[in-house]
């Protein structure tokens, strides 16, 4: 289940101004863990549970010990598909010594989905 979310959010869609719909991230949430089990991998699956349930842009190495997997097998799920298909983002700060990568859900995830 997705953290922090209203009890607005929790009972459907909201209409907006204009009759648009607002997002719903409960609706999100569902449409996307669905998606991952009919056509990803176990790890892919995994991996995108873990950001959705943070909420958050996460270094990899956290997200490597959260997940306990190595690092070096955690870039290399992100980066077979999950990337490409444009469901995570890929953040890179800092050169050399000092170079971190975030991850996150791709804020165009939500349109791919239509909430």
């Not at 409960?26 to 056509?39: I, K, N, T």
């Not at 892919?44 to 997940?67: F, G, K, M, W």
Request: neutral net charge; hydrophobic residues 50%.
């Amino acid at each position: 289940a997705v953290a922090n979310v209203s009890s607005a959010a929790a009972s459907g869609p909201v209409a907006g101004a204009k009759g648009s719909v607002e997002f719903d991230p409960v609706r999100f949430g569902r449409w996307l863990r669905m998606l991952m089990v009919a056509f990803y991998s176990d790890e892919e699956t995994i991996v995108v549970d873990q950001l959705l349930r943070r909420c958050a842009q996460v270094r990899d190495v956290v997200l490597a010990q959260a997940l306990a997997l190595p690092e070096r097998q955690l870039r290399a799920v992100l980066q077979r598909r999950l990337i490409p298909d444009g469901l995570i983002d890929r953040e890179i700060e800092g050169e050399g010594a000092t170079l971190k990568t975030f991850y996150r859900i791709s804020p165009a995830a939500p349109a791919l989905a239509g909430t």
